[in-house]
T-cell receptor, first 120, second 110 residues
Framework: DTGVSQDPRHKITKRGQNVTFRCDPI?????LYWYRQTLGQGPEFLTY????????KSRLLSDRFSAERPKGSFSTLEIQRTEQGDSAMYLC??????????????????FGPGTRLTVL | KNEVEQSPQNLTAQEGEFITINCSYS?????LHWLQQHPGGGIVSLFM???GKKKHGRLIATINIQEKHSSLHITASHPRDSAVYIC????????????FGKGTKLSVKP
């Protein structure tokens, strides 16, 4: 299966600990997105990369959150000093990105299975 | 206030019924997506559309740009259609990230 993969699928941690999640996008996709989804809500945008460049960050992404995509392939999302409010499903998605010269051509996003974080 | 509103929030149907889920949004968009999320979290893209209508099997998605409204229809519903259906949009000024509705939880009873 060459879809988007995320690791781990579940993470339980104690408040104050650091956690790191990994996302492997579809190999030819140059755009990678991170979203967060809390129970009963739709996902919310956190940040996205075009290749290795982090182009946009939501104000939801506090200083305790950092994301990287060092070689333009896989990405990591780290949460430092976790809080109970960080408990959520963290979703990664990838896409081919906007076609050159056609900013209206947003491509379909393919989602990974998510990482469910529980902070005790 | 969510910029993408879905209705209904919850929907229970009998197998075989025709189902409609609605989505409205507040400003101009470049594309609208319908997504399906099963228990456990995995999200699957059903449709991406910017005008008109698309059909795939028993699923039909329509969009009215002037009215800023889209509908997802399921014909001859089946218990395996039970899932959360999420509407999401790319706004014209965004960089491709999606703005999501809260989802519609559909339960189809046999």
């Amino acid at each position: 299966d060459t879809g988007v993969s995320q690791d781990p699928r579940h993470k339980i941690t104690k408040r104050g600990q650091n956690v790191t999640f990994r996302c492997d996008p579809i190999s030819e996709h140059n755009r990678l997105y991170w979203y967060r989804q809390t129970l009963g809500q739709g996902p919310e945008f956190l940040t996205y990369f075009q290749n290795e460049a982090q182009l946009e960050k939501s104000r939801l992404l506090s200083d305790r959150f950092s994301a990287e995509r060092p070689k333009g392939s896989f990405s990591t999302l780290e949460i430092q000093r976790t809080e109970q409010g960080d408990s959520a499903m963290y979703l990664c998605a990838s896409s081919l990105g906007i076609l050159a010269g056609d900013p209206s051509s947003y491509n379909e996003q393919f989602f990974g299975p998510g990482t469910r974080l529980t902070v005790l | 206030k969510n910029e993408v509103e879905q209705s209904p929030q919850n929907l229970t149907a009998q197998e075989g019924e025709f189902i409609t889920i609605n989505c409205s949004y507040s400003v101009g968009i470049s594309a609208l997506h319908w997504l399906q999320q099963h228990p456990g979290g995995g999200i699957v893209s059903l449709f991406m559309l910017s005008s008109g209508k698309k059909k795939h099997g028993r699923l039909i998605a329509t969009i009215n740009i002037q009215e800023k409204h889209s509908s997802l229809h399921i014909t001859a519903s089946h218990p395996r259609d039970s899932a959360v259906y999420i509407c999401a949009v790319n706004y014209g000024g965004s960089q491709g990230n999606l703005i999501f509705g809260k989802g519609t939880k559909l339960s189809v009873k046999p």
